[in-house]
């Protein structure tokens, strides 16, 4: 499957130098990570957790940017500004976003191929509601959030995605999806790229796994077939909890 990645999505969670310091305390635990690791932080955090991550092996990311090069957007973010800093990854279309800032799929293909022009890797989230899930809904949805977000984007340059499944009801929530589930719905949006792009683009596809991961969780999941990664939100806060989290990606 896809290269194993796990992310933390710090959301709007410390200051520049709380995330400074939650960055230093990581990097000893962190040295002999068998995975890529990456550090989503808010924007103001971006300079400050850079320097304190330079010459390790993990890498920047932001949670958003804004699919224009530049202009008259009050109060965006452009992808030269997040790469001048070091940022190679960006998540994009989290269900946070997509629920309180009008994030739809037309501004998350916009922004997954502005991502993708300009170098960045988008970290792409996909996930259905509780309603949507009990409702038998889940698979038809999810596939087509992802024809939506990759609309346009090329078989080569699909292999340089990441797609991170969120079940909504499982965010922030304490209420992980099982490992089947989790598993299952992954293998959909596996099948879904393999329809878009070949078998062989669906299969370097790395697709995480997001939804109250933790320290306990992440075996179970890390150990499932199609699942190649995580993105962590609450505990991505806490240092050796992520720490456990990549030696459990690691194995
Ligand atoms: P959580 O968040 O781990 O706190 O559930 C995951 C996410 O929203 O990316």
Redesign the pocket.
């Known amino acids: 499957m896809g290269r194993t990645i796990i992310a933390g ?1 710090w ?1 709007m969670n410390l200051t520049p130098s709380q995330g400074a310091a939650l960055a230093e305390e990581l990097l000893p635990k962190l040295e002999n990570a068998g995975c890529e690791i990456v550090l989503c932080v808010p924007y103001v955090d971006l300079a400050a957790v850079a320097q304190a991550i330079k010459g390790s092996k993990i890498r920047l990311g932001a949670q958003n940017l804004h699919f224009k090069a530049s202009g008259a957007y009050t109060g965006e973010i452009s992808a030269a500004m997040l790469k001048e800093l070091g940022v190679e990854y960006v998540i994009i279309g ?3 976003r997509r629920q309180y800032f009008a994030e739809s799929d037309e501004t998350v293909n916009l922004k997954t191929l502005f991502a993708l022009e300009n170098g960045l890797i988008p970290i792409v989230c996909v996930g259905e509601s509780l309603a949507q899930r009990e409702g038998g809904q889940t698979d038809a949805f999810v596939a087509g959030q992802v024809r939506a977000a990759l609309k346009g984007v090329s078989a080569e340059a699909a292999k340089g995605v990441v797609l ?1 499944y ?1 079940p909504i009801w ?4 304490g209420k992980v999806a099982s490992n089947e589930q989790a598993d299952e719905t992954i293998g959909v949006i596996r099948q879904t790229l393999a329809a878009l792009y070949g078998q062989e683009a669906a299969q370097s596809v790395t697709i995480q796994y ?4 933790n320290a306990q969780n992440a075996e179970g999941l890390m150990a499932m077939p199609q699942i190649d990664g995580g ?5 991505a806060l806490k240092a050796e909890d992520f720490a456990v989290i990549v030696r459990a990606a690691s194995r």
Do not use: V
């Not at 499982?170 to 929530?173: F, S």
């Not at 997001?210 to 991961?213: A, E, I, L, T, V």
């Not at 993105?231 to 505990?235: N, T, W, Y």
């Open positions: 999505n959301k989290h269900s946070e991170a969120e499982a965010i922030g929530t997001g939804g109250s991961m993105l962590i939100g609450g505990a």
